[in-house]
């Protein structure tokens, strides 16, 4: 009998497959239509789909055991993945708000 955690990882590819398909559909819809809105919210979707990625490596790499030159583990790679993925959204901010401006 397989482990309960061994059938869980088929979601994770999947999950960044939509988001990619969804951004590219807002992406279309907002260049088509001429919206800021929409054309922000595919750029958020963007950032969406880079978490995902993050969460991808982070999230099994933190997973990991100690080891010799780890003694406490790999625990902080969610915490930084978490972390790019703020200053993503920070950077998208920024950028959506300095177009919207006029700058």
């Not at 309960?4 to 979601?11: S, Y």
């Not at 260049?31 to 929409?38: E, F, N, V």
């Not at 950032?47 to 100690?66: C, E, I, K, Y």
């Not at 780890?70 to 790019?84: D, K, M, W």
């Amino acid at each position: 009998m397989e482990s309960l955690g061994a059938g869980r990882c088929w979601w994770r590819p999947s999950r960044v497959a939509i988001g990619v398909a969804i951004l590219v559909a807002k992406l279309v819809v907002g260049l088509l239509t001429g919206s800021l809105g929409i054309i922000s919210d595919a750029v958020h979707s963007l950032v969406d789909v880079v978490a995902s990625g993050f969460a991808l490596v982070a999230v099994p790499h933190g997973a990991q055991a100690r080891r010799h030159r780890t003694p406490y583990g790999h625990g902080r790679a969610e915490n930084l993945a978490a972390f790019a993925e703020g200053v993503l959204l920070v950077i998208t901010a920024v950028g959506i708000a300095s177009r919207r401006c006029g700058g």
